[in-house]
């Protein structure tokens, strides 16, 4: 209160990150992730169930037509575990991109009437996300016991960092969007199309090696996701199995992705109030 | 002392897109993009070279009509939107009430909800759950605060969020228009809130269109026109040059009026175009016609802002036949007394039955009504209807 604060209010002011600022407002994220958390499950009767029965079902989908009918390879894996450790992550990328990508539309009153650090808005969305991931682990656990799936001691280091790139990979893709989206409303249009496309595209239901072209698989990891998926999966199927240039490749292609993401939406945040 | 708020030369430039023919349909813009460009986008400058210094345990009030640039200034005070040149100085945190509520969920309850706003608002969640109870006492709510805010009337969601705000403790308070919510009991508590919130040291900037209020919490003012500061001073002098101002435009406007080739309407006056409630209302003007002009019916039409007819004077009379039919010009002078309408704007409006002409001309001539000196703030105009009963009463 006593301390006394100066500063300049310009035209020009652009800071390159923030992070000072953002951290005084650190409590900001935890309330917009929590208010957004709450009215994700109101007025529902199953509640946080959802989290974890969406990805529930389409293991068992996929397992039933891909596992089963198509027969992929599974890197040695049970097929729904498989199926499942991919999609943990997945669903924390799709639902995370999507709610951060509309994120700043939707929340288009308040911005047009308080100051914030922008930034807040797509990065409590895609916390939300980590939530739901959470509760859906829960149900990872049970699944691997049941199919005695050995873990190598690996995963204490490989989970959290796959879930870290997987909100990295999220972030950059995410703020892009939203920012865009303030602009340009046909990007609400463009992210489900996105997401679906992407779905196919990353190797979440089939192993990359399943493509005979090594030209093609290259492509193929250039998504973020993958280093995510892979990383997630390594304790599963050993270390041995580890490609460090694919991995690379796609850590290479996340942080390009966030750096451009959050530069987009850090040059284009000030205007977000006389567009939205 | 340094001042708490410097603005040094702040202009705001908007750019407005004329979509020309209509709609703009998708073929229009392959169009545009293949073809050569045409300018059809326009620079308004909502804020022009606006400078003012605020001295810390002010309070100032920012008046002016819409679209004086008002709430453009404090949204660039409040770093919500950047100027486009010049800069703001500011030595103390500052918080903006730009209209309460901002960020209520109609979802959450309204335990939540308070401190959902409180934090967007910038209040530690420390502080909110220090403050919690007296925000709750304040607001009135308590029996309804683990119910979804959604069952709330509005004036218990307005209650509650002017409560949540009441208790920020920035140097520097923006308020937009947040005042005269809720009932009497409310609003006084507000006001109150209000003064302790000036006396204990802190700058408040104050916007709003009820001058009572203004007037009551305000040291000082700044009249905004057009984005430029018009008079920057006593905050007296600028609310009477805010009403005068718009009064003179009026009467410039109404000099002479044709109706048809041969028929004008000659110097309509009225005394004063700013009346008090229960005022006299003097009015005089003359219609003038190349050749005697027989009039069957004359009447003045007054109408509110919003072209609601409140009334009309009938101005027929055997004078009125006779001299019509042999004279030229006929003045007409007279006076409504008890002009007894809520404050605002109405518009005087002629209908006239003649030889020459036939019809009814709306906005002939404004006339502000300003509220009558009073020593509790006046309810919200929207509640009070079109008016102002001549009355009294006593508690007994």
Partial sequence: MSESIEFTIESSKRTLFGGKELWRYRELFYFFTWRDIKIKYKQTVLGFLWAVLQPLFMMVIFTLFFGRALNIPSQDLPYPIFVFSGLLLWNMFSTGLTSSANSMVNNSAIIKKIYFPRLIIPTSAILVALFDFFMAFVLFIPLLLFYKQPISFAAWWCWPLAVFVTLMGTLGPGCLLAALNVKYRDFRYVIPFLIQALFFLTPVIYPVTLLKYPLLQYVLVLSPMYAAIELFRLPLVGLADMNTTFLFISFGSGTFLLLIGVLYFKKTEAFFADFA | ?396
């Avoid at chain 2, 969601?157 to 920020?168: D, G, H, K, P, T």
């Avoid at chain 2, 003038?288 to 007819?309: F, W």
């Avoid at chain 2, 027929?316 to 007394?337: F, M, W």
């Fill in chain 2, 1 to 396: 002392m340094k001042p708490i708020l410097e603005i040094q030369s702040v202009s705001k430039k908007y750019r407005i897109q004329h979509l020309a023919g209509g709609y703009l349909s998708l073929r229009e813009r392959m169009k545009e993009a293949f073809m050569s460009k045409q300018n059809v986008a326009e620079d308004f400058w909502a804020l022009k070279d606006v400078s003012f210094e605020v001295q810390a345990g002010e309070s100032i009030g920012i008046i002016g009509r819409n679209g004086a640039g008002k709430s453009t200034l404090l949204k660039i005070l409040s770093k919500i939107t950047p100027p486009t040149t010049g800069r703001i100085v500011s030595r103390g945190r500052i918080a903006s009430l730009l209209e309460v509520g901002t960020g209520f969920h109609p979802e959450l309850t309204g335990r939540e909800n308070i401190f959902f706003n409180g934090s967007l608002l910038g209040m530690k969640r420390i502080e909110i759950a220090a403050k919690f109870d007296e925000i709750v006492d304040f607001s009135g709510v308590e029996k309804f605060l683990d119910t979804p805010l959604k069952h709330y009337s509005s004036g218990m969601q307005l209650r509650l969020a002017f409560a949540v705000a009441a208790f920020l403790e920035p140097e520097i308070l923006i308020i937009d228009e947040v005042l005269a919510v809720g009932d009497a009991e409310f609003q006084k508590k507000c006001l109150g809130k209000m003064e302790d919130v000036s006396k204990s040291g802190r700058t408040i900037l104050f916007v709003s269109h009820n001058m009572a209020a203004v007037n009551s919490l305000c040291s000082s003012g700044i009249l905004l026109k057009d984005g430029a500061v018009q008079y920057a001073g006593e905050i007296k002098n600028a609310i009477e040059l805010h009403i005068n101002g718009d009064a003179r435009l009026f009467v410039d406007k109404a000099g002479l009026r044709k109706l048809s080739r041969d028929l004008n309407i000659e110097s309509i006056t009225i005394e004063t175009s700013t009346i008090r409630v229960f005022d006299e209302f003097r009015y005089s003007f003359c219609l003038v016609s190349k050749e005697p002009n027989p009039i069957t019916g004359l009447a003045l039409l007054v109408y509110s802002e919003l072209n609601e007819r409140i009334g009309i004077i009938d101005l027929r009379n055997n004078a009125l036949v006779s001299k019509s039919s042999s004279q030229k010009k006929i003045c007409i002078e007279g006076s409504i007394y008890d002009f007894s309408l809520i404050e605002g704007n109405y518009k005087i409006g002629l209908y006239l039955s003649s030889a020459l002409y036939q019809g009814e001309v709306h906005d002939l001539i404004m006339v502000q009504v300003t509220p009558p000196p009073s020593e509790v703030l006046p309810y919200e105009k929207q509640y009070r209807g079109l008016v102002e009963f001549k009355h009294k009463f006593s508690i007994c």
